[in-house]
């Protein structure tokens, strides 16, 4: 039993490894800046393919997506990362106002930030499963984020704990962040995803 459960583990932490490092060779291959986004799709559809069957994950097929992927996630990942920077660039402006009635701006300021890199994370996963367009892939992540309060915190909460963990641990980061943010977004939300796949079937 113990000897299961290890193997269970040792396979999923090496299968966020692997997600990650898929991550960081697609990301270079496009510069960084042309790399990131098809690189955060490239995984996801990685995972969705393979999950936990560490066997099936080859380059091929990850240079495949990432050609696939390449023009339209990067619209997709500059579109929410210029929304996200708007929101940090207030964020740091508003903390040169010595004012009482900041900290309210700063606290909606904030649950912007969360709710952008939420809504950002979760219609990267709709994409990755379906197949549509921009606007309702956006419309499908916000219901998704207002479908279930408690689950959306429990996912949040699990992002920050993300960040918090890889801040304090790099090396943790280094081989395991990207990864295991995917595995969280497909994780928390599999009874959503069973509920719209009834819808459509």
């Known amino acids: 039993m113990i000897g299961k459960t290890a193997q269970i583990i040792f396979t999923r932490v090496f299968v966020m490894m692997i997600l990650n490092f898929y991550f960081f060779v697609f990301s270079v291959m496009g510069l960084l800046i042309l790399g990131v986004g098809p690189a ?7 995972f969705l393919d393979h999950h936990w069957h560490w066997q099936g994950y080859r380059f091929k097929q990850g240079w495949h997506y990432y050609r696939q992927y390449f023009v339209k996630a990067n619209c997709h990942f ?4 210029g929304m996200l920077g708007a929101l940090l660039y207030n964020l740091y402006l508003s903390t040169q106002i010595n004012q009482p009635w900041i900290l309210m701006i700063q606290f909606v300021l904030l649950m912007g930030i969360m709710m952008t890199v939420a809504i950002s994370l979760l219609f990267m996963a709709i994409q990755a499963r379906y197949a549509i367009n921009l606007k309702h892939g956006i419309v499908l992540a916000f219901a998704q984020f207002f479908d279930h309060p408690l689950q959306i915190l429990r996912f949040i909460f699990g992002i920050v704990t993300m960040v918090i ?37």
């Open 78 to 81: 500059w579109l929410f990362a």
């Open 165 to 201: 963990v890889c801040m304090l641990w790099p090396g943790l980061g280094l081989f395991l962040s990207v990864g295991a943010v995917i595995v969280w977004t497909n994780w928390s939300f599999q009874k959503w995803y069973q509920r719209v796949d009834a819808m459509f079937s």
């Open 40 to 46: 955060l799709q490239t995984v996801n559809e990685l």
